[in-house]
């Protein structure tokens, strides 16, 4: 069976890729992201998620494994929100999704030699109408700066949505496992 390796430092993402139980390794991606942000942010939100996804899994990928690169970020009103990065712009984030319908775009590219096989999930998820203090007491106990739209749904975060509709519920943490697994299977890497 061929390596995998995972091209993310993301431990949500290899949290979720142990669910599989599957051996892999995890390499950080050889890019710039914010650099390719800026320089792709012309593009359609989903066409930039998975032109980083490919990015992300390119840099790190070799002949003889499979590579794995993703890429979420959150689409509101024409503007696109990755990680906040600090407290303070946690809550600004969660301050303009509050009462508003988003899109949590999550772009999933798999390198196999000369193969190529994307996935491109796009959930959409409603946070409740929240005043200030309900955020900053949600960012106090998740610390979700490290997450697209600052909210984390394994954690406390599902207390501040309304509503979610999706194809595959296990996008939402950065991997879409159900599509991820029909890839596998295709490479002959089968779920246990």
């Not at 600004?92 to 949590?104: P, R, S």
């Not at 959409?124 to 200030?132: A, D, H, N, S, T």
Request: hydrophobic letters at 40%; glycine letters at 6%.
């Amino acid at each position: 069976m061929k390596k995998i390796v995972l091209a993310s430092s993301s431990l949500y993402r290899q949290q979720q890729l142990k669910i599989l139980g599957l051996t892999f390794e995890s390499q950080n991606p050889l890019i710039d992201e914010d650099f390719e942000k800026n320089k792709n942010c012309s593009l359609n939100p989903s066409v930039l998620a998975l032109r980083l996804s490919y990015l992300k899994a390119s840099s790190v990928a070799k002949e003889d494994q499979i590579t794995i690169g993703g890429d979420q970020l959150v689409h509101l009103h024409n503007e696109i929100l990755g990680k906040a990065g600090t407290r303070e712009k946690a809550i600004l984030q969660l301050m303009k999704l509050q009462g508003q319908t988003h899109e949590l775009i999550t772009a999933l590219t798999v390198l196999d030699g000369a193969y190529q096989e994307d996935i491109l999930n796009i959930t959409k998820i409603k946070i409740k109408p929240l005043r200030r203090a309900q955020i900053e007491s949600y960012v106090d106990l998740d610390s979700p700066w490290d997450c697209a739209g600052s909210y984390k749904m394994e954690a406390h975060g599902i207390q501040i949505i309304e509503t979610i509709e999706s194809t595959d519920p296990t996008a939402i943490q950065g991997i879409p496992l159900l599509g991820l697994s029909k890839i596998l299977e295709k490479y002959g890497i089968f779920i246990p």
